[in-house]
């Protein structure tokens, strides 16, 4: 498809939201969170049971967006090299050749990414901070934009790793998505009853136009109020009581590049103290390490970060 001119890029956003609200139904909120964390230039960690719809979303993404699209299962014996590529010898000619791995895509799906062993989690992180992968002393761009799209099963499941804390850093939010309501599940079962409804996503956008998104939400303004008001949500965790590790300055810059694209996806211009508040549990949560009293006491890391925003005084 062509190019999105510039002053397309708000109807752009619109079109995303109608061809992903189509395939996973009833979900608006999770669906907005997707598309923030894609504006925003970061990755999406969907955290849920099995069968409720997080692969569906990242692919019906990637086909709306009309980008490639790779989808790696994670197991525990995928190998670092299974996802990076690797460098293969040419006995006949005498020569070595590097295969590209699945990580060489705009839009990755990590499916079940808990299930893989941390060494091979790990193996993204260059991929997720630098957008290049380094192989054999050799460092290879990826496409731009690049993203990673991780689903994880809750790590009570059978067979799951905890992702280490510097992974989870990584990703500039999560999200879950949940059981449908009774209604949007009917409309599931009558959507799928002759076709797939992944079959009628229609192409909105393209790599230039996401670039050109990620470019217009940078441009969104954020004032040095609001700007202190994220530092004191921040600092707020890192003197928490409960808490053994509070949020980063990665994740203070996470929470800021969302702020943005949320208020550009709700069509503003500039960033309110209530982009910050919506934004603080999927971005902050599972950036923190609760002290194991707290964990064992029936603290979650969610209400946690609810509790630090209701105690840390809003910016008028």
């Known amino acids: 498809m062509a190019t999105a001119s510039v002053p397309d890029l708000r109807s752009t956003v619109d079109s995303l939201t109608e061809q ?3 395939v996973v139904r009833g979900k608006p909120a999770a669906i907005e969170l997707l598309l923030v964390g894609v504006l925003a230039g970061g990755h999406v960690l969907i955290e849920d049971v099995p069968g409720v719809g997080k692969t569906t979303l990242a692919k019906a993404l990637a086909l709306a967006s009309d980008v490639s ?6 197991t525990p014996d995928l190998l670092p090299a299974d996802i990076l590529g690797t460098e293969v010898l040419n006995p006949k000619e005498g020569t070595i ?3 590209k791995g699945p990580v060489f895509t705009h839009v990755l799906l990590a499916d079940e990414i808990n299930r893989a062993s941390p060494r091979t989690q790990s193996a993204l992180l260059e991929a997720m901070n630098e957008k290049q992968v380094t192989i054999e002393g050799q460092s290879r761009a990826l496409p731009d934009p690049f993203f990673v799209i991780a689903t994880q099963n809750p790590l009570d499941f059978e067979g799951t790793y905890p992702l280490p804390e510097a992974q989870l850093d990584r990703f500039i939010l999560r999200l879950s998505l949940g059981y449908p309501d009774e209604e949007s599940e009917l409309a599931i079962l009558t959507d799928r009853r002759t076709k797939d409804p992944m079959d009628a996503v229609e192409q909105v956008a393209d790599a230039a136009s996401l670039r050109h998104l990620q470019a217009a939400v940078r ?7 609001v700007a202190r008001y994220i530092l004191k949500l921040a600092a707020a965790t890192r003197d928490h009581r409960d ?6 300055p990665r994740g203070a810059l996470s929470i800021y590049r969302a702020a943005q694209a949320r208020a550009y996806v ?10 910050v508040q919506a934004l603080a549990v999927p971005t902050f949560a599972h950036r923190v390490m609760l002290r194991a009293a707290a964990r064992y006491g029936g603290t979650s890391d969610k ?7 209701e105690a840390v005084p809003v910016p008028t």
């Open 20 to 22: 992903l609200s189509n």
């Open 69 to 74: 699209f790779t989808r790696v299962q994670f």
């Open 97 to 99: 050749a590097f295969h």
């Open 219 to 225: 441009e969104v303004a954020v004032t040095e109020i």
């Open 243 to 248: 808490l053994e590790l509070g949020v980063s």
């Open 266 to 275: 709700k069509g503003r211009d500039y960033v309110l103290p209530d982009d």
């Open 303 to 309: 209400s946690l970060i609810s509790d630090v925003v």
